[in-house]
């Protein structure tokens, strides 16, 4: 049976990742294969390169892969890069949006990836992994980019899959799901792929094409009472444009009436593709909130990226959300083309009318955007291709009318009285005044922190033996937690107990002495042995 290592790469805590989608539907695609998948993450594990070589020396893959995006497309491909000199006769594969539209760069900067799955992978992948190992034959699976020499070999691109309801569901048995329980952020789905829209930053329309291919509503269904059964509550639909079929949008609502499923759920939509009856019918059936990309305040520099929506529509779109009820969230970008002091003024101005939370983000010419292939034709110079800078929360772009440091200004200042009232409210809390509602925010921040270090650097793994007993081990491993992430010993002992009582956590006794751990997680025999061992 060919055996399959599949590689979620480090990505911040703090960008609230979600159990990685793509990846998933990657590990599915090669179970449905026959494969033997495995599913190395190290989102919610720590990544070292030790670790990763004790993993796959007990795994022994005859395929590895990954998939990234821009921001963690180096730290990915140095785990490839590990992984060839532990796995030599692996073949390894990359995928995802950065590689696929940056081909030659990859291939001739990371020798030890042979090949890349270019754009929508799972039918690419099912064929690779009945003949990855006749190197003759890969030029006959489209959607493939590969070394061949000293040339690269690119097969002709793979039409998109029509039938998405043929897909397997995402296998995300083979995650540690516990852990990104714990983490408590939204557990992604798509009900459709495609965006027919023609921004200049975005990737959405190459990637996944115009064309609005769409799950039926009882195969969604399906996924989400699966999701539901693992625990997850909280959903977020990451479609390109949920709302781009309002009929669809009704069917899906009606779907998850009739099966009288209770969660709560958010989207990406589009200022023009929302009315009342439409968010209204989303919100009863469990939608908490919405999100626009508005991108700027400015008429000109809408029709300049291409976004197709008028301000008007932002403003009508803004207030019909908190008619209704429903949480709404407006995107804007600063540093688009001819960006100026003016036009941000205007974003400021229009974020200010919408009523609405909202965020700026700077522009990030990924690889395969419009706006990056044609710069020539923009006002706008490219500062860094270092790829740990795409992250969109710090200018790397310049128009003619400002500099980086103004535009990095800009969004420090808008953001600065968002600042001033989370500190005021960690006063509030440390002097007794604070609401209900402060101390929410504020404890729940902690919590998240404390759970981010547990997570980041596998605290729970590394506790020593601990007393049999479950009140002198909480005690005894609050009291080492407490010296390892500078929290206290009573905060990280209720913290470790609500993990316990949700289940996320257990608790094991044994000869003795007692040992925490994430639920369900088994460490591959191999690797425990040397562990002891050492």
């Known amino acids: 049976m060919t055996r399959v290592a599949l590689i979620a790469p480090p990505y911040p805590l703090d960008e609230c990742p979600s159990p990685p989608l793509g990846l998933c539907y990657a590990a599915a695609a090669f179970e449905s294969a026959g494969a033997d998948v495995h599913l190395l993450d190290y989102i919610v594990r720590e990544y070292t390169p030790e670790k990763l070589r004790d993993e796959l020396t007990a795994i022994s893959p005859d395929i590895i892969g990954t998939s990234c995006v821009t921001m963690n497309f180096k730290g990915a491909a140095a785990i490839l890069t590990e992984a060839r000199a532990t796995c030599p006769d692996a073949v390894i594969l990359m995928g995802g949006p950065h590689a696929s539209f940056d081909i030659d760069n990859t291939l001739a900067t990371y020798p030890a990836i042979d090949g890349i799955v270019v754009g929508e992978a799972e039918e690419t992948l099912h064929e690779f992994a009945k003949l990855f190992h006749k190197r003759e034959s890969w030029k006959t699976i489209a959607g493939l980019a590969f070394r061949h020499g000293s040339t690269i070999v690119r097969t002709p691109k793979r039409e998109f899959l029509q039938d998405l309801d043929a897909l397997p569901l995402p296998a995300r048995h083979l995650l540690p799901l516990a852990r990104y329980k714990a983490l408590g952020f939204p557990v992604s789905?798509?009900?459709?792929?495609?965006?027919?829209?023609?921004?200049?930053?975005?990737?959405g329309r190459k990637m996944v094409g115009f064309h609005v291919r769409q799950r039926s509503p009882e195969r969604v269904a399906d996924e989400i009472e699966s999701l539901l059964s693992m625990g997850f509550t909280t959903i977020n639909i990451a479609d390109d444009l949920f709302t781009a079929s309002r009929k669809r949008v009704f069917a899906f609502c009606r779907e998850i009436k009739k099966r009288g499923l209770r969660f709560n759920w958010s989207v990406f939509a589009r200022v023009n593709t929302v009315d009342e009856e439409?968010?209204?019918?989303?919100?009863?059936?469990?939608?908490?909130s919405v999100s626009f990309g508005i991108e700027s305040g400015n008429t000109d520099m809408l029709k300049r990226v291409r976004k197709g929506i008028t301000i008007t529509q932002a403003e009508e779109a803004a207030a019909l959300c908190r008619k209704v009820g429903i949480r709404a969230h407006a995107s804007f970008i600063a540093g688009l083309p001819g960006e100026t002091r003016e036009t941000l003024k205007e974003s400021a101005a229009l974020k200010d009318r919408l009523k609405i939370e909202y965020g700026f983000h700077h522009l990030a010419p990924f690889p395969g955007?419009?706006?990056r292939e044609h710069m020539a034709d923009y006002d706008l110079t490219l500062h860094t291709d270092d790829w740990d800078l795409y992250d969109a929360d710090q200018a790397i772009v310049s128009t003619s009318h400002l500099t980086s440091a103004e535009l990095d200004a800009f969004v420090q200042e808008d953001a600065e009285p968002i600042h001033r009232a989370w500190e005021a409210a960690k006063a509030r809390c440390q002097n007794g005044t604070a609401s209900k509602d402060d101390e929410m925010m504020v404890l729940g921040n902690r919590r998240m922190h404390l759970i981010f270090k547990?997570?980041?650097?596998?605290?729970?793994?590394?506790?020593?033996?601990?007393?049999?007993?479950?009140?002198?081990a909480l005690h005894s491993a609050a009291e080492t937690l407490a010296g390892l992430t500078g929290e206290t010993p009573d905060f990280a002992e209720f913290t470790l107990k609500d993990l316990l009582e949700r289940g996320w956590v257990t608790f094991h006794a044994d000869h003795g002495t007692g040992q925490f751990g994430w639920a369900n997680e088994t460490p591959c025999p191999e690797i425990g042995h040397r562990k002891k061992a050492g």
């Open 189 to 203: 789905i798509i009900t459709g792929r495609g965006c027919p829209n023609r921004c200049i930053f975005c990737l």
């Open 278 to 288: 439409l968010l209204r019918t989303m919100m009863e059936t469990g939608c908490t």
């Open 369 to 371: 955007t419009t706006v």
């Open 454 to 472: 547990l997570l980041r650097r596998d605290l729970l793994d590394t506790l020593s033996p601990l007393p049999e007993g479950l009140k002198k």
